[in-house]
């Protein structure tokens, strides 16, 4: 990957293999000792978060003939987040009757093709910048780039143990802007350089629905590199017009299949997600930039790299406009490769403003981005410090020293606050919770009696329970997600909307197993109160205090496997058709 220009005065090539896939497999055993961590660290099973198992829903489903569907005999609906992990998943789900392991494998891959492909991008780019050799392992650009990555617990726990797609997006969208520099900076490029181009956009299309932007910005990068690198305009047009095309029949493909097969042409988690205030979007989106920032002591300086290398790339753009055939026009190839990488970076931070942010802990959305912050950094001073300054081996192990403790001690979310107590467990506890309830109903109820059941968290429960699962936050679930409402309150968990609930009327709601009903009407009590007290915090909306709701509802246990009491609210009619159960109400609820 080199930069215009400058080539190798010695004989590398033959080493380039060797070294690339050593430095694959020791980021390989990284990846898997920092996610053996995580789980240790949390004390928590391989299961995945809540929102990867709605994936596992879908990809059982669908390996099982069902379709895209969330319930095997309900409606078709777009409940996840990329289509191509899905996909991915269900080919898994065909091999495996128990998949994380196998899933967990893959994000382990994903991951150590991605912190393996940055390695040597940055080693071979600095290299060729002032024509001395590759370092023979990491080098310091690519020791840091590693470090960055490991010693942040968001991007290894996202990108591995959550077994979300954040592994497979992170690679595809680096591996696709690594891929848009070769292709921007290498001439006349040849057919097999556009195809594979094309297809790493396609793909990114695929993986998650910002991947469009991902793919429009990617292929803006790639033409402005070659317009400005060679001089030639109809030369920069026909270079990109392959993976353009490529890019446009991809997106018309997948909007038409959405709208035959789903009737909508968006993800249902679009519609249940995100606010159409757009304003209110950008407000939450920027209070969560802004918090993300916040949480590490370098991301500011990153921010502000990124930031003056496309205000250098727009001034090459301005300069080239302005002096089309004049010797002003002539750009400093460094310069360019800056802006080209810290313009992917700065849309790739934008998007989650857009999209008014995320409620995960690590700030999950731009973990896809996290690997790749330091890139303009390094391609700014690291060909300056390595021409420069010759620091003594010692003084080396010294400033990889200093470097590694800076990054372990000082950012908001280390390793050191990584435990038990920490938030991002719930998310794992829940799965955990979850499957077990599922258990527990399949074996309290036959085939021909299992109820309905209105839920909050959507995943875990479905992969396991046999009976009809009604998500009522609408990301499974299209008459919620299209039903009027601002979509504002808790994020990701604002679609829910009172007159669709009783409309679909499950059986069961928020079905738990409660030890007395004693603990029952006190907690039932409690979340009234905090209800009261935080309202934006209700996702039921108030629902629990409306008489029309009350009418037809009850607050109560239903004696279960074992002895084990089922709590929740249970419609009153479907309570009068329970026999040989026994049921205890909670009085003035």
């Not at 920092?34 to 978060?49: A, D, H, P, T, Y």
């Not at 629990?544 to 609210?569: C, N, P, S, V």
């Amino acid at each position: 990957m080199a930069t215009r220009g400058l080539t190798y005065p010695f004989p590398i090539e033959p080493l380039l293999p060797v070294r690339k896939f050593t430095i694959f497999i020791a980021c390989l055993g990284m990846m898997l000792a920092f996610s053996r961590i995580s789980l240790q660290q949390l004390q928590v099973e391989n299961v995945g978060v809540d929102d990867a198992n709605i994936f596992f829903v879908y990809a059982k489903n669908f390996a099982e003939g069902h379709g895209f569907v969330y319930n095997t005999d309900g409606e078709r609906v777009e409940g996840f987040s990329s289509m191509l992990w899905t996909l991915v998943l269900a080919g898994v789900f065909l091999v495996f009757s128990e998949p994380e392991p196998a899933i967990l494998f893959l994000n382990l891959l994903f991951g150590a093709v991605t912190l393996s492909c940055l390695v040597n991008f940055i080693g071979e780019w600095i290299s060729r910048s002032i024509g001395k050799p590759i370092p023979p392992f990491l080098g310091f650009s690519g020791f840091i780039l590693l470090a960055w990555s490991l010693l942040s617990p968001g991007f290894v726990i996202w990108t591995t143990i959550t077994l979300m797609e954040n592994g497979l997006w992170t690679m595809l969208a680096i591996l696709a802007t690594l891929q848009m520099f070769k292709f921007a900076h290498s001439g006349e490029s040849s057919l097999p350089s556009r195809i594979s181009f094309a297809l790493l956009l396609a793909l990114v299309i695929l993986c998650r629905p910002e991947g469009m932007l991902w793919s429009a910005v990617l292929l803006s990068c790639a033409f402005l590199g070659h317009w400005l690198l060679d001089r030639r305009l109809g030369q920069a047009v026909k270079e990109v017009i392959i993976p353009a095309a490529t890019c446009f029949f991809t997106v018309i493909g997948l909007f038409a299949f959405r709208i035959w097969y789903f009737g909508y042409p968006f993800p249902n988690t679009y519609y249940a997600k995100v606010s159409p205030d757009r304003a209110y979007n950008l407000i939450e989106g920027a209070k969560y930039s802004v918090r993300f920032h916040l949480s590490h002591w370098v991301l500011p300086v990153l921010t502000l790299v990124i930031v003056l290398g496309v205000w250098k790339l727009s001034l090459s753009v301005f300069r080239r406009i302005r002096f089309p055939d004049s010797n002003n026009s002539a750009q400093h190839p460094s310069e360019i490769s800056w802006g080209l990488i810290s313009a992917v970076l700065l849309v790739g931070g934008i998007i989650p403003i857009l999209v008014g942010g995320d409620h995960f802990q690590f700030f999950r959305f731009y973990q896809v981005v996290w690997p790749m912050l330091p890139l303009p950094l390094l391609m700014f001073v690291g060909p300056i410090v390595a021409e420069r300054i010759n620091l003594s081996l010692r003084s080396k192990a010294l400033g990889l020293i200093l470097v590694t403790g800076l990054l372990l001690i000082l950012p908001r979310d280390s390793w050191f606050d990584i435990g038990p107590s920490h938030r991002i467990r719930s998310e794992f506890n829940i799965v955990k919770r979850d499957r077990a309830l599922g258990d527990i109903l399949n074996l309290s109820f036959t085939d021909t009696d299992r109820p309905s059941i209105g839920v909050v968290a959507a995943g875990a429960i479905a992969l396991v329970y046999d009976g009809k699962v009604i998500d009522m936050m609408g990301l499974n679930n299209l008459d919620m997600a299209h039903a009027e409402g601002d979509r504002k309150g808790r994020k990701n968990h604002a679609a829910f909307n009172k007159d669709v609930l009783l409309r679909q009327s499950p059986e069961i709601l928020t079905p738990f197993v409660v030890e007395s009903i004693e603990i029952l009407a006190t907690a039932h009590k409690e979340l009234l109160a905090n209800s009261k007290k935080h309202p934006n915090e209700d996702v039921l909306k108030g629902l629990r205090r409306e008489q029309r709701f009350l009418d037809a509802y009850q607050l109560g246990a239903l004696r279960i496997l074992d002895g084990k009491l089922l709590g929740g609210w249970f419609r009153r009619d479907y309570i009068e058709s329970l026999s040989g159960r026994l049921f205890y109400p909670v009085i003035d609820s």
